[in-house]
């Protein structure tokens, strides 16, 4: 495990464990493995690919493909260079991903195997980008990653990014239907190694670890938990996307020590008949996040995994997570403290606000604010909802509203932005009704979050149609998936005659909502 004195950025951490251990596996990958002093020399040319480009400290490159070991060396190879990372969620629509790359203003775009055509659908949408990188397989119009990587030097030049820089920039769904560009420092990835006096035993790492990558690394969940593994000198087997199989055979091939996933993809694993045949002793702990777990799915879960849980709350904003629910605090028996997110980490700073920004008492129900390193400085180009989102003593509002025990563990109350967290994506409302609004026998929509036993929530649109219209159900979906990613359509639609709206004419979701949840226990998922 390196120590917070010795990184400076994201660029230091493979020449460091480079000259530690340089035969050590960082990687797995479809039977080709990496070692960290393999991952070094390919960061290191991977940044002098990038300013013989004529990028310059702070210019974007945009990652579009699923996981791979050389997202990483690209990732690394950035922060040498002082560049920019933006990881793209591939299973954006086309339009969604011609925005980033054109907001951020990408001047590289590397793109992974499945997304050749589409890169090149998209290439006279995309007026900044300069270079196409085609990360396996051959392009006549691209570099060819590993040719274009492998000729460039191997001699390292001093790194041209600071430690509160940018590092990655990751888009968010945006509240008014665009996504904002979270700007997240070379410092909050190393936020909790610096706070950590005593790391608690579901948080130490050693080289022997072997680390499951199976969330995608266009989330903070998967870039992050990437980049975790990395300090920590263990190694990552990294799938390409997530597989319940694959999760299966790298436990049993591998001997998987730490897993991250989110509770829809536990539960996907866990009810594959095969996951009661195989051994789990080798996994230690199941971290997870984007929803608490379900009572009933946990005590699966430890019947079948036998392993600890953690539960992970964060946020894209503040780098991953802030808030832990330790493994001591699980029960299968259930508890009230199962019901919280737990405890904030070593260095976060919690608060519950209202509105006007003062600190409430414990049990009082206001919105999280949080204050801490791993906090992004702002959203890219977007001042005012920076301003909004973030206050000028530093505390970073979530969005969230909950309440504070007299033990300091945090609960969970609703979303004040009225995000939807479906099978771990982050969903908003205003994105998908813009989609679905267009259509000419849509007279007025409101999208909200139902209960999803899979899923955690699910997208459901309310929809008022116009006078005599006949339209269905599969009418709206369709035209929604036309328009935007297919997990952001709406899973269900009703039909009712008005929404329901308040004396300004704001749509009253809780209203609409609160027939689906009043049997449970929150009113999130």
């Known amino acids: 495990m390196l120590e917070a004195a010795e990184v400076e950025t994201l660029g230091d ?36 690919g990038l300013v013989a480009l004529g990028l310059e400290p702070g210019s974007r490159v945009c990652y579009l493909g699923k996981n791979s070991p050389a997202y990483f060396e690209v990732l690394l190879g950035c922060a040498r260079a002082g560049v920019v990372m933006t990881p793209i969620n591939w299973r954006l629509a086309g339009p969604e991903i011609a925005y980033i790359v054109n907001d951020c203003g990408g001047a590289v775009l590397f793109f992974g195997r499945e997304f050749a055509g589409l890169a090149q659908a998209l290439e006279a949408e995309l007026p900044t980008v300069r270079t196409y990188v085609a990360m396996e397989g051959h392009a006549d119009w691209a570099y060819d990653y590993a040719n274009w990587r492998d000729a460039q030097s191997r001699v390292a030049t001093a790194p041209r990014a600071a430690r509160a820089s940018t590092a990655v920039q990751l888009y968010t769904s945006g509240t008014t239907g665009r996504p904002k560009g979270a700007l997240l420092p070379h410092r909050a990835f190393f936020a909790a190694l610096a706070n950590m006096t005593e790391r608690p035993d579901w948080s130490q790492w050693t080289g022997e670890d072997v680390s499951l990558l199976a969330m995608p690394i266009g989330h903070i969940g998967g870039t992050g938990w990437g980049v975790q593994a990395l300090i920590a000198g263990a190694t990552s087997l990294v799938m390409r996307e997530f597989d319940p199989d694959g999760v299966l055979d790298a436990i049993e091939t591998h001997r998987i020590s730490k897993i991250f996933m989110v509770p829809a993809a536990m539960q996907i694993v866990v009810r594959r008949p095969r996951a009661r045949q195989i051994d789990w002793s080798c ?37 991953g997570t802030v808030v832990v629910l330790a493994p001591e605090d699980h029960s299968p028996e259930g508890s009230p403290r199962m019901r919280s997110a737990g405890r904030p980490m070593p260095g976060v700073e919690l608060a519950i606000l209202d509105p006007e920004g003062q ?44 309440y504070v025990d007299a033990d300091g563990f945090l609960y969970i109350h609703d979303r004040i932005k009225d995000m939807i967290i ?24 409101a999208v909200i979050g139902v209960p999803d036993t899979k899923w955690g929530e699910s997208v459901k649109a309310i929809v008022v149609r116009v006078p005599d219209a006949d339209l269905s159900e599969a009418d709206v979906i369709a035209w929604a998936r036309q328009r935007i990613a297919a997990f952001k359509a709406p899973r269900s639609v009703d039909f009712i005659d008005a929404l329901p709206r308040n004396a300004s004419g704001k749509i009253l979701r809780r209203s609409l909502r609160e027939p689906y949840w009043r049997a449970l226990d929150r009113q999130v998922s």
């Open 13 to 48: 951490i493979a020449r460091l464990q480079a000259a530690r251990q340089p035969d050590h596996t960082a990687f797995v990958f479809e039977g080709n493995t990496t070692s960290f002093g393999d991952l070094d020399r390919h960061a290191v040319q991977v940044a002098n």
């Open 283 to 319: 996994v230690k702990y199941m971290l997870y996040g984007a929803s608490p777990i379900p009572l009933d799915l946990l005590k699966e879960c430890i019947s079948v995994f036998g392993c600890q849980f953690v539960q992970l709350y964060g946020m894209t904003e503040t780098c």
């Open 359 to 402: 600190r409430l008492g414990a049990g009082e129900v206001g919105e999280i604010a949080i204050r801490s390193d791993a906090c992004m400085t702002g959203y890219w180009k977007q001042h005012d909802a920076t301003s909004r989102t973030i206050s000028a003593d530093g505390w970073l509002r979530t969005g969230d509203a909950g």
């Open 422 to 445: 479906s099978g771990g994506e982050n969903i908003y409302p205003a994105e998908v009704e813009n989609a679905i609004f267009g259509h000419p026998e849509v007279q007025d929509v």
